[in-house]
Every structure is written in structure tokens, then in C-alpha cells.
């Protein structure tokens, strides 16, 4: 099991094993991107909550006042 008290880190390479601080390769990267991207593609795509929404207008709102005070 992992120490996690530890202050040192190591980065795996792409069989695993510990690479003595070398960075992932640039492929694994573009992979776990590409589906990250499709995995969250879903969250994205969906409306904002009308009471998000309405907490947005109101912020706004409240912003262009204060605003409009300072510049008096």
C-alpha cells in the first residue's frame, strides 16, 4: 500500500512501472482527454437549472448596480 505521508512523487509510465519522474507519455494523455471528453460530453450538453439560472440574474443584476453606484 502506498505511503501517503509521503512528499515524493513518481509517475508511471505506460507499463506501469515507476519512471523515475519521467512525464506520461503525450498519447495517454490525448486518450484519457478524448474520453473524459465523451464521458462528460452528457453533463455539458444539459441546460442550466432555472434556479441556477435565476441565482445568475440576480448576481448580475446586483454586479451592474454596485457598478453603476461606484462610477457616481
Not at 8 to 29: F, K, P, Q, W
Not at 51 to 68: D, I, K
Request: net charge negative; charged share 25%; no cysteine.
Amino acid at each position: 500500500m502506498a505511503d501517503l505521508g509521503s512528499t515524493t512523487h513518481e509517475t508511471l509510465n505506460a507499463s506501469g512501472r515507476s519512471g523515475g519522474g519521467r512525464e506520461v507519455d503525450t498519447d495517454i494523455h490525448s486518450r484519457i482527454g478524448s474520453q473524459l471528453k465523451a464521458l462528460y460530453n452528457d453533463v455539458v450538453e444539459q441546460p442550466v437549472p432555472d434556479r441556477f439560472a435565476e441565482l445568475l440574474r440576480r448576481l448580475e443584476t446586483q454586479s451592474a448596480s454596485e457598478s453603476a453606484q461606484e462610477s457616481n
